[in-house]
C-alpha cells in the first residue's frame, strides 16, 4: 500500500508515524513545503526573544531522522501542487529547483494546516507573521536588529489579540521594545468572556504592553500603523496575528467537500468525500459535542490525535473521532488564563441554555506559604447539571483545574458520566503546598450544587444594572473597610454579621447581595431568604463584578 502525505508537523508526521508502526510494509511520503518536516510551532513565539535559546529545540524530526527510523520518505519544500482524485495521483513542486513531477497514492491524507488571515489593508505587505521555523528566523532576526539599532523609533504594532499576538507581545517585551496591539473587538482572547481575561489585560498593560481596544487599522505607513479613526500608532514593525484560516485550496480544487465553517468536511474516521482520501488537524472542520455544530479547533493536541485515527483507520481499525471540546491555555508574564468548552458568550450565541458560577479560592492551602488566587468560571445545563465550560485564570494551579474540568466534561459527553455536583465527591491530590482540603475544583461543585438545586439564586455581573432598573435593592455585606475601599456605586453596606439585626432597612421583595467573592454573600442569602425575602446572591461577588465593569471599559 502508498500513502501519500501531504503537510508534516503535526496532523501528518502523527499519521506517518503511527502508520508505520502499525504496517511495516506500506510505503509511505510526507511531502512538507516548509524546510523543516517536524517542528514546535507552539514554541516560536519564545524563540525570537531566546526564552528557547536552541533553534536545535523546536525541530522535533529530520528526513534523515524519519528515514532511518521508520523508513519514511519526507521530502521538505516540496509543495504539492494538485490532485488527481480519477488517476490517484498528485503533482509535486520542488521548491528548491522548481521542477515538477507526480507521484501516485493508494491512500492520501491531507494535514495541510492552517494560514495567516490576511487582511485587506492598504501596506499589509509589510507586516510580517509567525507560523513556521523560518518565519520564526526572519522575525528573530528583524526584533534584534531593530533593539540593537540606533533608530528613534523602535516600537512594534501588532494587528490582533489572539494566542499568538499575546504571546509574541510578551516575548518583543522581554527585548525591551515597546509594543502596541491593535485589537477590533472591545477584549483580548475572543474565546473568552471578558472578565475572565481582564486581569491578563492588566497584568500585560503592567509590564508595557499596550492594547488598543475597538480599533483597527485603516493602513499601513512606512513608519506607523494608521487607525481608522485618524490615530497614528509608531511602528517600525508590524505583525499580523488576526487569526488562521484553513489552508484548504487544495483540496477546494481537488473537488472535495468543505463544511459549513469553511474547512474540510470529514465523517467520523476523518475521511473525505473521497474515500481514499483523508485530513486531520487544523485544515479540516470538527464536530463540537457541545452544540453539535461543526466548528474550527486549530490546535496541535487534536492535530496529533487525529492523525493517529487516521492511520488507525488506513490500518484496518474500526475506530471513530471524538467530538471536540476544545482546550487551551496561555500565560503571559506569570499570568495564565485557560479555558474548555463553551465560553457564556458562545452558550448564548449557540442558544444553550446555560446557568454559570464564579469562583475565586486559592491555588494552595491559604495558610501555606506562596497562595495566589485563582478565579473559575464554570458553566452547566441547569436542568441535568451536564457541564458545559470553564475558564479559569490566575498565577499558580490553573493549568490543572481547566485539565479536570476537561476530563468531566469528556466523561460526560462520552459516558453519561460526571455533572457539576460531582465535582464536590472528587478526590483530588492534597497537601498544603499543592492544594487544599476543598480544591477549587471541589469548591466549583458546592457553589454549583447551591446554585442548580436552588438553595442560592443568583445573579450575574452583567444582569445588576437590570435588576436595579427593575427595583432591586443592591447591599453589601462585607466590612465597612471593605466597603470603603471601592465598591458598586448606590450600594448600602451591611455587613452580614450585622445582618439579622437590621432587617428593617432591607427590601425583603427584592434584595441583591454580595460581598468580595460570593461566600458570605451565599449567608447572606441564607439569612433573608429565611426572613421571607426575594433575594438573590450576585455570582462571584465584587471581584467578578469589578473584573466585568473594567472589561468593558
Not at 496529533?304 to 488506513?314: C, F, P, S, Y
Not at 488566587?373 to 445545563?381: G, P, T
Not at 479536570?404 to 457539576?420: D, K, N, P, S
Amino acid at each position: 500500500m502508498k500513502v501519500v502525505i501531504i503537510g508534516g508537523v503535526a496532523g501528518g508526521m502523527s499519521a506517518a508515524a503511527r502508520l508505520r508502526r502499525l504496517d511495516e510494509t506500506a510505503e509511505i511520503t510526507v511531502y512538507e513545503m516548509s524546510e523543516n518536516v517536524s517542528y514546535a510551532n507552539c514554541g516560536l513565539p519564545y524563540f525570537v526573544s531566546d526564552v528557547i535559546s536552541k533553534r536545535d529545540a523546536l525541530l522535533l524530526q529530520t528526513p534523515t531522522a524519519l528515514w532511518n527510523r521508520f523508513r519514511i520518505k519526507a521530502k521538505v519544500q516540496s509543495k504539492v501542487t494538485s490532485i488527481d482524485r480519477a488517476a490517484k495521483t498528485v503533482t509535486v513542486q520542488d521548491l528548491a529547483t522548481g521542477e515538477t513531477f507526480e507521484d501516485g497514492y493508494d491512500k492520501l491524507v491531507i494535514s495541510t494546516g492552517a494560514r495567516p488571515r490576511r487582511l485587506d489593508i492598504p501596506g499589509i505587505d509589510r507586516a510580517m507573521w509567525l507560523r513556521n521555523v523560518t518565519d520564526a528566523d526572519d522575525v528573530k532576526a528583524a526584533l534584534t536588529s531593530l533593539a540593537e539599532s540606533d533608530s528613534k523609533n523602535k516600537s512594534v504594532a501588532i494587528l490582533g489579540a489572539g494566542f499568538i499576538g499575546i504571546e509574541l507581545a510578551e516575548n518583543i517585551r522581554h527585548l525591551g521594545l515597546p509594543v502596541t496591539i491593535i485589537q477590533r473587538s472591545n477584549s483580548i482572547l475572543g474565546q473568552f468572556d471578558p472578565e475572565m481575561v481582564q486581569p491578563l489585560h492588566e497584568r500585560l498593560a503592567k509590564h508595557g504592553v499596550r492594547i488598543e481596544l475597538n480599533s483597527q487599522a485603516d493602513h499601513i505607513s512606512e513608519t506607523q500603523v494608521v487607525l481608522r479613526d485618524g490615530r497614528k500608532i509608531d511602528a517600525a514593525l508590524v505583525f499580523t496575528a488576526a487569526g488562521v484560516d484553513p489552508d484548504n485550496a487544495l483540496a477546494r480544487a481537488a473537488g472535495l467537500k468543505i463544511g459549513v465553517t469553511g474547512g474540510l468536511w470529514v465523517d467520523d474516521q476523518q475521511r473525505t468525500s473521497d474515500p481514499d482520501i483523508f485530513a486531520a488537524g487544523d485544515a479540516v472542520e470538527k464536530s463540537g459535542v457541545l452544540t453539535g455544530e461543526q466548528t474550527l479547533i486549530p490546535l496541535a493536541n487534536l492535530a496529533n490525535r487525529h492523525g493517529r485515527l487516521v492511520a488507525d483507520v488506513i490500518a484496518g481499525r474500526e475506530v471513530r473521532a471524538h467530538a471536540a471540546v476544545g482546550t487551551v491555555i496561555l500565560g503571559a508574564f506569570g499570568f495564565a488564563v485557560g479555558i474548555t468548552g463553551l465560553s457564556e458568550r458562545a452558550a448564548a450565541k449557540s442558544g444553550v441554555a446555560h446557568q454559570v458560577i464564579h469562583i475565586h479560592p486559592n491555588s494552595h492551602a491559604g495558610y501555606y506559604p506562596g497562595a495566589q488566587r485563582v478565579s473559575m468560571k464554570v458553566l452547566f445545563d441547569p436542568e441535568s447539571g451536564r457541564i458545559l465550560g470553564a475558564q479559569a485564570n490566575g498565577e499558580d494551579g490553573v493549568d490543572k483545574r481547566i485539565d479536570v474540568i476537561a476530563t468531566a466534561m469528556h466523561a460526560t459527553a462520552q459516558h453519561g458520566g460526571l455533572i457539576i455536583d460531582d465535582l464536590m465527591d472528587l478526590e483530588l491530590a492534597y497537601a498544603p503546598q499543592f492544594g487544599s482540603a476543598k480544591d477549587a475544583i471541589n469548591i466549583a461543585g458546592y457553589v454549583g450544587n447551591n446554585v442548580f438545586n436552588g438553595t442560592t439564586p443568583t445573579l450575574q455581573w452583567h444582569e445588576l444594572e437590570a435588576a436595579r432598573a427593575a427595583g432591586a435593592q443592591v447591599i453589601d455585606v462585607r466590612s465597612g473597610s471593605e466597603h470603603g475601599n471601592g465598591h458598586v456605586p448606590g450600594t448600602i453596606n451591611i455587613p452580614v454579621e450585622e445582618l439579622r439585626d437590621r432587617l428593617d432597612e432591607v427590601n425583603l421583595d427584592n434584595v441583591v447581595v454580595y460581598c468580595q467573592v460570593g461566600q458570605r454573600g451565599h449567608i447572606a442569602t441564607q439569612i433573608l431568604k429565611a426572613a421571607g425575602a426575594r433575594v438573590r446572591n450576585l455570582d462571584g461577588g465584587f471581584v467578578t463584578w469589578s473584573a466585568g465593569e473594567k472589561a468593558l471599559g
